[in-house]
């Protein structure tokens, strides 16, 4: 079992920074490809950001490229998502997942993930 709890969420205006985090315990965090994830009101959960599980390759979904970053310290079996420029669209809970996953690769569909954090919300006001 691998137990997710994220943190930083928060209440911010249009263009302000954010940054997540998702502490992992339970398992061995380094077998783990990363993933974040996102669900707005009467949406679907949509994938937002994955990261390998050494963390030499990244992905990101075109809504946030280019303003959210995805990183991970192992030492500390932590994943972060780094917000900028946030946008009233990016309003949404956010969930880490993890996906024991030693390829290198990762995936965007939230099936493949074994394990998810209970939330953190995100409110973006304009």
């Known amino acids: 079992q691998v137990q997710l709890v994220e943190s930083g969420g928060g209440l911010v205006q249009a263009g302000d920074s954010l940054r997540l985090s998702c502490a992992a315990s339970?398992?061995?965090?380094?077998?783990?490809?990363m993933g974040w994830f996102r669900q707005a009101p009467g949406k679907e959960r949509e994938f937002v950001a994955a990261i390998s599980w050494s963390g030499g390759s990244t992905d990101y979904a075109d809504s946030v490229k280019g303003r959210f970053t995805i990183s991970r310290d192992n030492a500390k079996n932590t994943v972060y998502l780094q917000m900028n420029s946030l946008k009233p669209e990016d309003t949404a809970v956010y969930y880490c997942a993890a996906d024991y996953n030693h390829s290198g690769t990762y995936y965007y569909t939230t099936n493949e993930y074994d394990y998810w954090g209970q939330g953190t919300q995100v409110t973006v006001s304009s």
């Open positions: 339970g398992r061995t965090f380094s077998n783990y490809a």
